[in-house]
């Protein structure tokens, strides 16, 4: 079955890069594509970055200057980098498998807390 | 970039309530709106699809329309499981409305 699992570190720094891991399995990365979607806590959802299915990237044009998405097909997984990381980037963060521009998958999302 | 603007915010309502909630567009999207559901502590989950196409399993008391700018999201009788936030998502650029919270009355 389609399985999306974050996972990186629950606390990071003022100033500090974030990194995320997203292992899937049930699916291939060069069949489908992938989102990565953050919740600050108690708010909405904000739309970060994809990577395609055939390794293209495109991101949020807010978050463009410090985010990175890459990814690893031969293990399944797919990264993100954030740096210059601030408080207001507290929150939720979740990938998900996209198929045919449609979510129709989330991970159970990591929590990550900035804080000094 | 294109702004989802979706109403109301929140809504108090009972148990067998007609839900409507809607998402404006800023700019046309055609019929690329999706819309999710997300309950206290879990992930959203896909409902509607492409405006009006129900997802796999979703109970046909949920239905989605619209196209252009307007979208509409309608519970046609309310149960106490779909307490939750619901968000519209259009996909031409992937930006999300700011959520309606479903409040029992």
């Known amino acids: 079955q389609v399985q999306l699992t974050e996972s990186g570190p629950g606390l990071v720094h003022p100033s500090e890069t974030l990194s995320l891991t997203c292992t899937v399995s049930?699916?291939?990365?060069?069949?489908?594509?992938v989102y990565w979607v953050r919740q600050p806590s108690g708010k909405g959802l904000e739309w970060m970055g994809r990577m395609r299915y055939n390794g293209d990237t495109s991101y949020n044009s807010a978050l463009k200057s410090r985010l990175s998405i890459s990814r690893d097909t031969s293990k399944n997984q797919v990264f993100l980098k954030m740096n210059s990381l601030q408080t207001d980037d507290t929150g939720t963060y979740y990938c998900t498998r996209v198929r045919m521009g449609i979510v129709d998958y989330w991970g159970q999302g990591v929590m990550v807390t900035v804080s000094s | 970039d294109i702004v989802m603007t979706q109403s109301p915010t929140s809504m108090s309502i009972s148990v067998g309530d007609r839900v409507t909630m809607n998402c404006k567009a800023s700019?046309?999207?055609?019929?690329?709106v999706d819309w999710y559901q997300q309950k206290t502590g879990q992930s959203p989950k896909l409902l509607i699809y492409?405006?009006?196409n129900r997802y796999t399993g979703v109970p046909d008391r949920f239905t989605g329309s619209g196209s252009g700018t307007d979208f509409t999201f309608t519970i046609s009788n309310m149960q106490a499981e779909d307490l939750a936030v619901y968000y519209c998502m259009q996909s031409n650029s992937n930006t999300f409305g700011a959520g309606t919270k479903l409040e029992l009355k």
């Open positions: 049930g699916f291939s990365l060069t069949g489908y594509s």
């Open positions: 700019q046309n999207v055609g019929s690329n």
């Open positions: 492409k405006a009006s």
